[in-house]
């Protein structure tokens, strides 16, 4: 069966929603839209997905495409409610084993965009600029197939990414280092389950996306606390956005506490009604050893009081 290639635009919108929710480096198993069945798409075909901002192409991942279903079969699938998917008609499930991972900086020399060729029913056409630099913006809306040649341009980026995006891409080894060394040791000791890299689907009004926990901590009774781990917080500044990026998504979980970790330390901050609060800090990391035992305490003693102050609604 022969492969085909498409590429599958993103809007800026969703683009940002997905740089945002922190899907930087990691892959990408999911997209969805109404016109992959009508196009032909079909499982072992390849998606590239992209899009066009001030007229330059951006190249955010790779995909082989394992199954094309409906809205609540790929809810159903990946394991949440089909009210937080965008209600697309088409939901295409990427492989897991062939999954690129998610860049939103990388974009496509200008050279190589002059390149790439779309199938029209009669035959290859170029894509379409407004001046010698610049793509016009709906030169590749909804999806797109190019031609194998064209695919191979594409391939060859993703393969080689610019240096900012492996610096990127080097940040989060680092940072899963960490995690392995520290955080998931911390936590079972503390004898708390965990899911690493959690994926969490929400609504905005129209706009269906997911953001992506580093660890959600649960104990019997259900989640607990959530950690937003980092490769490195050298200054108060790096402290506060790790600190927002975190509240925001304690919030939209629902639970008590959330915290900061990284080599140079560990925050910990209660939630309520929206607010974060620092309860305990251990920094430098070495303490922990010591502090340890007092944050668990800490973490149950969090729960239970705001649990409590919680207002019934039987």
């Not at 259900?222 to 950690?227: A, D, K, M, N, S």
């Not at 340890?292 to 800490?298: D, H």
Request: net charge positive; charged share 25%.
């Amino acid at each position: 069966m022969t492969r085909r290639y498409f590429t599958h635009y993103w809007r800026n919108d969703t683009w940002d929603v997905g740089r945002e929710n922190g899907h930087e480096g990691t892959h990408n198993e999911h997209t969805a839209g109404n016109d992959f069945r009508s196009k032909g798409v079909k499982r072992g075909d390849q998606i590239y997905v992209v899009t066009i901002r001030s007229g330059r192409l951006y190249l955010n991942s790779r995909g082989t495409v394992d199954l094309v279903t409906n809205h609540r079969d790929a809810a159903r699938r990946l394991g949440t409610h089909p009210e937080l998917l965008w209600a697309a008609r088409d939901h295409v499930l990427m492989r897991k084993d062939d999954a690129s991972i998610m860049m939103f900086d990388r974009t496509v020399p200008i050279d190589r965009v002059r390149k790439l060729e779309m199938l029209r029913v009669n035959g290859p056409r170029a894509l379409k600029f407004i001046d010698d630099s610049r793509l016009d913006q709906q030169s590749l809306r909804g999806v797109c197939e190019l031609t194998p040649a064209s695919a191979a341009i594409l391939d060859s980026i993703v393969a080689n990414p610019p240096a900012s995006s492996q610096a990127a891409v080097a940040v989060l080894r680092k940072e899963r280092a960490f995690e392995v060394a520290v955080v998931e040791p911390l936590i079972g000791r503390w004898n708390f389950t965990f899911k690493g890299q959690h994926k969490h689907f929400f609504r905005r009004g129209t706009q269906s996306s997911h953001m992506i926990i580093d660890h959600l901590v649960s104990d019997p009774t259900g989640p607990l606390t959530l950690f937003e781990n980092k490769a490195r917080i050298h200054s108060p500044s790096e402290l506060s956005k790790a600190e927002e990026q975190a509240r925001s998504y304690a919030h939209e979980l629902s639970v008590t506490s959330f915290i900061v970790a990284a080599p140079e330390g560990l925050w910990l901050y209660s939630l309520w009604q929206g607010e974060a609060k620092l309860v305990h800090k251990v920094a430098p990391l070495a303490r922990l050893v010591d502090d340890e035992q007092r944050l668990r305490e800490r973490l149950l003693a969090i729960r239970n009081t705001f649990k409590i102050a919680r207002p019934s609604h039987d």
